[in-house]
């Protein structure tokens, strides 16, 4: 097998767990090398430290997929699977619809398994990923049975970044293009074949229920509500009513679909539209809600963009504030991987200080559990939330 050797000085965060190598880490790839293939990386001073996919062509050229001298074939993928899944049945996370495998958190850097019920969602962002996609699918099919179908659903930029051409079809038996799964008390229709992400934000899960433990009474406003999951939550747990934003028709006409799915949409309304703009038009109006869950895209996808995000972020923040009735709470996330969570905070402080209210921090949030965090690769942490209540 060809090896992949690190410079000398240049081996500390590998060696100290982290599986990312860039280029101007590596001294040289010795041997038959071929793109996409396993490689074995050597330390600076010849010691062996891992195997993982080599690709010359982006910057990061190689993620560690593990630090055994061990090959990465279906036997290896069924292993990693399996550990995946265990850590998530002791969990209790096991349910319709979670995220099976999480990338590096699950020791497969450049993998990602979500089920929707009967359906694997499968994307692989890196070349050497896409070809194991057969042993994905056994491992998953395996002694689990998981799923009954598997779709792929690739990243354009992972595969214009990695040369691969992304798949985005079903990979053995055509499956249902839309399947109905199941949150807590309420059902959602997911598109497979046309969703956003590969179908639902199953990140938001967890805080999707903490928020609903709130709702009961309140005037609830959700904010980039997407498919209306949060909404439908609120209202199943007896919110008074709930106003859903969101920019996307594709996304509205599921949300729609999702509050008559549970009987809510008599305590429902839909706002197609720019966020920025309704907020301003609603604080004109004079619209007040009780409970406000702000969950925008990632406004930046670069370090460059960071200021401009910040501007984006504030604004919102600000606007919610200014909407909240006295004692209310808002739930402010932001899933930009290049905001940190003190970023983040100082951004929400700037927006309660404009907004001159008080808020008192109820609790931290981040990702669902399902999309676990390695505390040695931070890039695994990217969603950030705070719960906030107005208190003057
Ligand atoms: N809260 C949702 C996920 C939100 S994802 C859930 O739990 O499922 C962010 C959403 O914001 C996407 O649906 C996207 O279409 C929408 N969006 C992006 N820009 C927007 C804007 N300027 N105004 C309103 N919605 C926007």
């Avoid at 598997?150 to 798949?167: I, M, N, Q």
Wanted: glycine share 10%.
């Amino acid at each position: 097998m060809a090896k992949l050797i690190l410079k000398r000085g240049r081996d500390a965060r590998v060696k100290g767990g982290h599986p990312w190598i860039y280029r101007s880490e590596v001294a040289e790839v010795a041997g038959d090398w071929r793109t996409g293939e396993a490689v074995s990386v050597l330390d600076g001073e010849g010691r062996f430290v891992g195997r993982g996919f080599y690709n010359p062509r982006p910057s990061l050229v190689c993620r560690l997929l593990t630090r055994q001298d061990e090959p990465v074939d279906g036997a290896f993928f069924r292993r990693r699977i399996a550990a995946a899944l265990a850590i998530r049945r002791e969990a209790g996370l096991v349910s319709d619809a979670f995220r099976v495998v999480w990338s590096e958190a699950d020791g497969l850097p450049g993998l990602i398994v979500d089920r929707y019920a009967s359906v694997a969602v499968i994307r692989c962002l890196t070349l050497g990923m896409t070809r194991c996609r057969p042993w994905i699918v056994e491992a998953l099919r395996g002694p689990e049975g998981l799923a009954d179908y598997h779709y792929g659903h690739d990243e354009v930029t992972a595969g214009r970044l990695e040369g691969f051409e992304p798949l985005r079809g079903w990979i053995d038996a055509a499956g249902p293009p839309e399947i109905e799964i199941r949150e807590g008390p309420c059902r959602f229709v997911v598109s497979i074949e046309g969703g956003q992400k590969t179908g639902f934000y199953l990140d938001q899960r967890e805080n999707r229920a903490l928020v609903a433990g709130l709702a009961h009474g309140r005037r609830f406003l959700d904010v980039f509500c997407y498919s209306a999951a949060f909404a439908c939550q609120g209202l199943a747990a007896g919110a008074a009513r709930a106003v859903g934003i969101e920019s996307s028709p594709e996304a509205v006409a599921f949300a729609r679909r999702n509050l008559a799915l549970n009987g809510l949409e008599d305590r429902a309304e839909l706002r197609e539209g720019n966020a920025f703009d309704l907020l301003r038009g609603m604080e004109r109006t004079g619209e007040r809600f009780d409970l406000v869950v702000l969950d925008p895209p990632p406004f930046t996808r670069t370090k460059a963009a960071l200021e401009a995000a910040a501007r984006g972020y504030k604004e919102i923040n600000l606007r919610a504030l200014r909407l909240l009735s006295p004692g209310g709470i808002v739930a402010t996330f932001s899933c930009s991987h290049h905001v940190s969570p003190a970023q983040f905070e100082e951004i929400c402080r700037a927006a309660a200080a404009d907004a001159r209210v008080t808020v008192r921090v109820l609790a931290s949030l981040t990702q669902c559990r399902d999309h676990p965090i390695l505390l040695n690769v931070p890039e695994t942490r990217y969603l950030k939330g705070l719960l906030l209540e107005a208190i003057s």
